[in-house]
């Protein structure tokens, strides 16, 4: 099991730039990154959206965010989405990163 870790580290690492870089190019109007971490990227959505919304609604396109607001007890909750990284393709990750944004555009 080290040994697997230790292999995927700089895997993670650079799954986790590669996913920055494309929300920077792609999504930089609608989303904010305000934390990333070993395997999770947690956004912000700088659109008046519901992130439950997006999130059902990304997960019928094949991408798997979740939201941030039911983790809030209090109001005004944040909107934002928590983003694995270990499910990122290099190849398809500016396109991902798109199709996200245009999610909140729409929302």
Do not use: F
């Not at 659109?47 to 997960?59: F, Q, S, V, W």
């Not at 979740?66 to 934002?80: C, D, E, I, K, T």
Request: include cysteine.
């Amino acid at each position: 099991y080290l040994r697997h870790l230790r292999r995927m580290k700089p895997e993670y690492a650079e799954r986790r730039q590669a996913l920055l870089r494309g929300l920077r190019e792609e999504a930089a109007d609608v989303i904010e990154v305000p934390a990333t971490a070993g395997m999770a990227v947690v956004t912000r959505i700088r659109a008046a959206a519901m992130d439950t919304d997006i999130a059902l609604r990304a997960l019928s396109l094949g991408l798997p965010p979740a939201p941030l607001s039911p983790w809030y007890v209090h109001a005004p909750q944040p909107r934002g989405l928590l983003l694995g990284v270990t499910n990122t393709h290099g190849a398809r990750v500016a396109a991902d990163c798109r199709r996200l944004a245009e999610l909140v555009r729409r929302s």
